[in-house]
């Protein structure tokens, strides 16, 4: 079993007076993709935004590297090494690409080179003038990824990096968040597609009614895949 670097433990949540999280609990080893599946609603994203601090109203506990950050403002978590790509990307469209790449401040050693970031992200290259405005929706989608590697952050809260694009946009995401992995990043990932998140995920978390209510390891998707799709609707 790999060193655990996140650990949620009876995570409560409120937006105002409603009640959105009930208890969540799972880990994310160091060094593995782990998914949060569940329908919309589930609690999937408010998750995320009360682990990188974004939604103050929350209680229980959200340690990460064996350090409690419940308590902590955003920057502050945001300063311990974890990094949070929106569903809504986050970019500045106003500005161009490279400037999105070099906006971003650094919170930890080891964030990574524009010539890196190149590398993963050819297409980011060839656009480097142009500003946010003009990118298609997967160009905006890797954009919002590569400006958090540039941080330093090691592990990476993604909110539904594939929705609303094509297959084979798809498909070159799938293949940037497996190199990540092999970099040495850790990776939450909220995915609808399940297709997409079985292919890449280590370890599978179904939330429904802002509770964890079933865990699937890798090797055990084959097996319960009927249950999946019921959880799912899939």
Known sequence: MSETMLKVRDLQAWYGESH?????NFEVPKGEIVTL??????????TLRCIIGLLRQREGSVTFMGEETIGQSANVIARRGIAFCPEERGIFASLSVRE?????????EGGMSLDRIYELFPILKKR???QGTKLSGG???MLAIARILRSGARLLLLDEPTEGLAPVIVQQIGEIIGNLRDEGF??????QNFRFAE??????????HGQVI?????????????????????
Do not use: C, W
């Open 128 to 130: 480097g003038g142009s």
């Open 186 to 191: 850790t990776i939450l990932l909220v995915e």
């Open 139 to 141: 160009e905006q989608q």
């Open 199 to 208: 292919r890449m995920g280590d370890r599978h978390f179904v939330v429904e």
């Open 37 to 46: 599946l569940g329908r919309n609603g589930a609690g999937k994203t408010t």
């Open 100 to 108: 999105n790449l070099l906006l971003p401040p650094k919170v930890a």
């Open 20 to 24: 959105v999280l009930h208890g969540m």
């Open 214 to 234: 079933d865990r699937f390891d890798r090797d055990e998707l084959d097996g319960n895949r009927g249950k999946i799709t019921g959880y799912l609707g899939v």
